[in-house]
């Protein structure tokens, strides 16, 4: 009668080092950070045109908008679906068929504009309140306004209608300048995204405006540590 073999196969074991490791992985993998969205835009869309903006709240985080300007010290809300005295801020353009005008919007363009973007916040002339029939007049001069955060996180919005070379734009975090850029000049009733993602979370920017620009589709995206399943105690815990 035949002999029967069985051929047993050793599995590799790691050793008690090298296990503990293998778990720290695991660990960093259930901790890598989410983010919570906050889109300060959305919010806009409820206010009245027109209407004096100082804060914004949308969840548990705030927006604070401050104006420094010879003239006004005041940021107001602007429909650019309604843009009438001031096409160039329409959105979107009028080549897809909406109200605003310009060149630098038009189709092909690195300024393309052809997305609604609803009401966004632009520089008052003035601090006066208006009617609800009325447009808001947009500072013709430069300024500058500043947009504060409750929470640090990834920031990105849209600049409307940047037809120069001076809209400068600096980032804080915890007060300390964390980068700095300028803003394209891509003509007017172009639209243009600005990403300071790069420069990490910031809490701050300072934007200086020339002319009459609008900011948009405001977001900040804050990281959120998730639970994890296992406490390194409990790792620890495993390998005695």
């Not at 927006?63 to 009438?84: M, W, Y």
């Not at 520089?123 to 208006?130: F, G, N, R, T």
């Not at 959120?224 to 105690?233: D, E, G, I, L, P």
């Amino acid at each position: 009668m035949p002999q029967r073999f069985h051929l047993r196969v050793a599995r590799p074991r790691l050793s008690r080092a090298a296990a503990i490791l293998s778990s720290l992985f695991t660990l960093a993998v259930a901790n890598i950070a989410a983010a919570e969205n906050f889109d300060f835009s959305e919010a806009l869309q409820s206010l009245r045109n027109g209407e004096t903006v100082e804060s914004v709240h949308v969840g548990g985080a705030t927006l604070r908008v401050d104006v420094e300007h010879h003239s006004s010290h005041v940021a107001v809300v602007f429909d650019t679906e309604h843009p009438k005295k001031y096409p160039e801020l329409g959105t979107p353009n009028e080549e897809f068929d909406g109200p605003g005008e310009g060149h630098g919007g038009e189709p092909g363009r690195d300024g393309e504009n052809e997305s609604e973007l609803g009401k966004v916040l632009v520089i008052a002339e003035d601090d006066v309140e208006l009617d609800d029939d009325e447009c808001p007049s947009p500072e013709l001069d430069d300024g500058r306004i500043c947009l504060s955060f409750s929470h640090a996180g990834y920031l990105t919005f849209k600049l409307i209608n940047v037809d120069d070379d001076d809209t400068h734009l600096v980032a804080y975090r915890d007060g300390q300048i964390v980068g700095e850029l300028e803003a394209d000049d891509l003509g007017e009733n172009s639209v243009q995204d600005i990403d300071l993602s790069g420069f990490g979370t910031v809490d701050r920017v300072v934007i200086d405006l020339e002319g009459v620009t609008a900011v948009a589709a405001i977001r900040l995206d804050v990281p959120v540590t998730a639970v994890q399943a296992r406490t390194w105690t409990e790792v620890k815990r495993s390998y005695r």
